[in-house]
């Protein structure tokens, strides 16, 4: 359940991250959505208000409650997000699963990712993005066991300082050409986004490159781009919404053929049921991968990020 409270409610131990992390959470600037903004989705969009989090609250909450009576789990993880914020700042429940604590946590990551940034003057940073190995059709996503094999993959790949989140997406093949044999099965998909100093990111994306091939399913698993200082490039692998990625086939006017795309769609009821339990095993920061950093707080109870050494 979630790190902060158990299936029947009582306190568990956290580890240092997370009591780190719940800490700065409990203390509430984190829960004023214009405190810290940054444009949302391809076309730029404006930030969820308070007012929009609280209404996806109570989708979720009701959502949990319908599919909680034949699952018994969902019904104890609703019966956390129903108590959030009941009178005190201090009840908010911390799950994952909670659209306003999500979204708390995630301006958290911004605010401590942009100051530690800013602390690192004429350091170039670049963006990273990972298709990591795909899950075998039917298996589950463990955000946890996956953030472990990502460290791994990270410092073999010569990362000594970085800041990722990992992401999901439940993919489908709707492509015609080629027929049936030609598509790839559906599967759950985790993503590694994050962000690395500019310096030596070219070996970093040649040695990813050789740990980790191209498959059919993802053609180009290691891309690259200069950060351009964007806080919506930090923020987007710890949204809390995940989507169902279809490859479609659309004709380029320009080549005159058909080239590979893809769309995003709305979760399936099953789907969505292992997005909640795979945040619930999560925890607070069970998505978030340091490397070479930690999570610290101010003087003044901010969140940073410091350097291990």
């Not at 990813?208 to 180009?220: D, N, V, W, Y």
């Amino acid at each position: 359940m979630s790190e902060l409270e158990t299936k029947e409610g009582g306190p568990v131990a956290l580890s240092l991250t997370n009591r780190v992390v719940a800490t700065a959470l409990a203390a509430g600037p984190a829960y004023n959505t214009g405190a810290l903004t940054w444009p949302v989705g391809r076309r730029g969009g404006r930030s969820p208000t308070r007012a929009e989090r609280r209404a996806l609250k109570s989708r979720r909450r009701r959502w949990l409650r319908k599919h909680g009576r034949a699952h018994a789990d969902l019904a104890a993880i609703g019966a956390i997000i129903e108590n959030c914020r009941r009178g005190r700042l201090t009840n908010r429940c911390g799950h994952p699963a909670c659209p306003e604590c999500a979204d708390a946590l995630q301006r958290l990551f911004v605010d401590a990712t942009s100051c530690f940034i800013r602390s690192q003057p004429g350091q170039a940073w670049m963006r990273v993005s990972i298709i990591l190995p795909g899950l075998d059709p039917g298996e589950q996503p463990d955000f946890v066991t996956v953030s472990e094999f990502a460290q791994t993959i990270l410092r073999e790949a010569g990362v000594t300082l970085g800041v990722f989140v990992i992401d999901a997406s439940w993919n489908e093949d709707h492509r015609q050409e080629g027929g049936e044999a030609g598509r790839f099965a559906r599967h759950t998909c985790l993503h590694l986004y994050g962000l690395i100093p500019a310096a030596g990111s070219l070996a970093v994306r040649t040695a990813l490159k050789r740990l980790i091939p191209a498959t059919e399913a993802a053609p180009r698993p290691v891309h690259t781009k200069p950060w351009d200082g964007s806080p919506a490039a930090i923020a987007y692998a710890l949204k809390g919404e995940f989507q169902r990625r279809q490859t479609i086939e659309r004709l380029d006017t320009k080549r005159g053929r058909l080239v590979r795309d893809t769309r995003d769609r709305p979760l399936t009821v099953a789907q969505q049921i292992q997005a909640v339990r795979a945040l619930d095993r999560a925890g607070l920061t069970g998505r978030i991968v340091l490397v070479g950093l930690r999570f610290e707080l101010s003087e003044t109870g901010r969140l940073c990020l410091v350097p291990t050494t």
